[in-house]
């Protein structure tokens, strides 16, 4: 009688199926990855903004108003940026590395509403301004309306105003 001999290792389709089921479970993995990749950037972002912030309250005590809008937040890192150069000498270094954009590579938008309120936002991921994915500051000043579309954000941590000269 012939024995049949029987051949160890995996059919085509054997080696098919597992292929297919390792494509899968790493393409579901992915995509995991990738959305929280997405919102470590949106927080990342946000932590940098609190970090302009705290800067811009630092800037504030020096001058008591916050950058203008010309001066931007450049004027954070760089003091040559100062619409007055004659004031270089107040200047306190707020920032030791330059922070120039956020995390999807846009440079911050920044606009001095007054002396002592602003409005810092980036973006987002979209790149286009006005749009759902943008993440903004608004500091105002105390006891001022908060029904201006910029939110409440950081309104508790403002500096008193300035006194009046007379």
Known sequence: MHKRRRRGGFTLIEVLIVIAIVLTLSGLVGVALFQR???????????????????????????????????????????????????????????????????????????????????????????EEDTDDDIVISVKPIGADDDDGFGDFGDDMLPPPPPSGG
């Open 37 to 127: 990749r997405d919102e470590a950037k949106v927080d990342l972002t946000k932590t940098d903004m609190n970090t302009l912030k705290s800067a811009m309250q630092q800037f504030y005590l020096h001058f008591e108003r916050y950058p203008t809008t010309e001066e931007g937040v450049s004027v954070l890192w760089d003091k040559a940026q100062l619409d007055d150069p004659e004031l270089e000498d107040k200047w306190g270094g707020y920032l030791s590395a330059p922070l120039e954009k956020d995390k999807w590579g846009h440079e911050w938008g920044y606009e001095q509403l007054s002396y002592n309120s602003y409005r810092l936002w980036s973006v987002g991921p979209d790149g």
